[in-house]
């Protein structure tokens, strides 16, 4: 078989670009070397936003962009997206008020919202807003922006792409593609060959290396890696509300409830010349946020208290900047052509918020090379399990199934939506679930993600399509590990 399209890359720059393509009737075949998410789309802060601090950088273009999308992205997706408040207490000789109050008006209007609320300045001694900050901040701001599951969001896209005809391959690692004739023809390292008329390479931080080692084509644009770390410890405040915090260099640290159960606390911005592999946080970053949350907080929060942290390259595109932290989250392409004829097109940088706008970007460019490609299709359409909105998917599912804890028909609908009956399959009690691997993870739900979401061994369920990781004991994690063959 011939592909229309072949994609280096299971993150969300690639598994978003499936869907498009796969749902305007090309052919499409997805590659990746390890597991969907597995690097920076699993790495991040876990938010869909429209980027309030990059208003600084008059990045407006990107602003508005990504404030469109997280209105569409809401509806999309409202099981595994939803509102959140944020809190931003305000500081002398930080960014001054009249600074904040601008910023925030533009962030109200930039763009449509009909969703979240609106910004508006709270007096912190008369709020329970306050409650985790300390006596001297008396007054904050407040806003709204929207959490995510980032990783489940990635497999919904490859799972939309895969319904629409997509093959998406895990475990598949490019190792040489080249031109021949008017095809690119791509093997593995399994000594599998694929032909394609077109090529994208969306490897995240692996772009440049497969521009050089795999493709070997002239890059004409370039990438800067930053390594970005979290923390997270036992939740540290009551209140579903977020806090944004301010440092001296400039940056901004954010505070966020995580899994019900914890406190998510990042992100770092360090400067990476490395090449790209897996990272760990350092101690200079985990001293890092330690001492601007401590900088706020009321109690003071101590390294024994952190009880997971990750770590994540960002690939940004280059723009020249000296600061890593300014340098610009929007995304370039980087369009390859051999007169006329297979394509093949780079992604450089990108971010969940804006995937869905990216990947219409990059399968618009890649049409013209398509007769028979269709148009653009996914503004309005919702992803796998948003067909519902989570409150009636919770309210069936307690009635579905009333032998399970309102913690763990919470967990299902917020993880699967509409479909988390696919799960349940008519069961009437928890033995009908099969083996129960503990914190409500049943036989049921994992012969589910092998089948149909791609998991292949234990580190998948617990630290990607679920973040059972925090909760599950060793012993738990090791016979989920020995059920799925080590």
Avoid at 114 to 142: H, I, Q
Wanted: with cysteine; charged share 25%.
């Amino acid at each position: 078989m011939i592909y229309d399209l072949i994609i280096i890359g299971g993150g969300i720059n690639g598994c978003a670009i499936a869907r498009d393509a796969a749902g305007r009737g090309l052919s499409v075949c997805l590659c990746e070397k390890n597991d969907l998410a597995s690097g920076t789309s699993s790495a991040s802060t876990k938010l869909i936003h429209g980027g309030l601090r990059y208003l600084e950088l008059f990045e407006f273009k990107l602003v508005h962009e990504a404030l469109a999308e997280r209105e569409r992205l809401l509806v999309s997706a409202p099981h595994i997206i939803w509102p959140l408040k944020f809190v931003l207490p305000h500081e002398r000789g930080r960014r001054p008020i009249w600074i904040l109050r601008l910023g925030l008006f533009l962030y109200d209007h930039l763009s449509w919202r009909k969703r979240l609320e609106g910004s508006r300045m709270v007096r912190l001694s008369a709020n329970d807003l306050g409650a985790p900050l300390r006596e001297e901040y008396s007054l904050a701001f407040t806003y709204s922006d929207c959490w995510v599951d980032d990783s489940r969001f990635v497999v919904l896209n490859a799972l939309d792409a895969k319904e629409r005809g997509a093959q998406i391959k895990i475990g598949a690692c490019v190792n040489d593609a080249r031109r021949v004739n008017d095809l690119w023809q791509v093997k593995l390292t399994d000594g599998q060959e694929f032909l394609a008329r077109s090529l994208v390479n969306a490897a995240g931080p692996w772009v440049s290396q497969v521009i050089d080692g795999v493709l070997r084509i002239a890059a004409h644009k370039h990438m800067r890696l930053v390594q970005g770390s979290h923390i997270v410890t036992r939740k540290l405040y009551s209140g579903d509300q977020a806090y944004i915090l301010q440092n001296i260099d400039g940056r901004i640290v954010f505070v966020i409830p995580y899994e019900q159960e914890f406190t998510l606390i990042g992100t770092t911005d360090v400067p990476y010349d490395a090449p790209p592999g897996p990272v760990t946080i350092s101690d200079s970053e985990r001293d890092y946020l330690l001492s601007v949350v401590n900088h706020y907080w009321r109690l003071p929060v101590t390294r024994e208290e952190i009880i997971h942290s990750y770590s994540g390259l960002r690939p940004l595109y280059d723009d020249g900047a000296l600061n890593a932290s300014v340098v610009t989250r929007d995304y370039a392409f980087d369009l390859d052509v051999a007169d006329g004829r297979a394509p093949a097109l780079s992604i450089f940088g990108g971010k969940l918020t804006t995937s869905r706008r990216l990947a219409e970007h990059a399968v618009d460019q890649l049409s013209h090379f398509f007769t028979h490609a269709e148009p653009a299709w996914t503004k309005d359409a919702k992803l796998p399990g948003g067909e519902r909105v989570f409150e009636d998917v919770y309210k069936s599912l307690r009635r579905q199934a009333p032998f399970l804890s309102e913690q763990e028909t919470w967990r299902l609908a917020r993880a699967y939506g509409a479909r988390a009956d696919r799960i349940l399959n008519n069961a009437k009690n928890k033995q009908d679930l099969g083996r129960d691997f503990g914190c409500g993870l049943f036989e049921a739900e994992v012969n589910y993600l092998i089948e149909y979401e791609w998991a292949r061994c234990a580190a998948d369920i617990l630290w990607r399509r679920s973040k059972l990781g925090l909760r599950m004991s060793a012993s738990q994690q090791q016979a989920l590990s020995a059920f799925m063959g080590g």
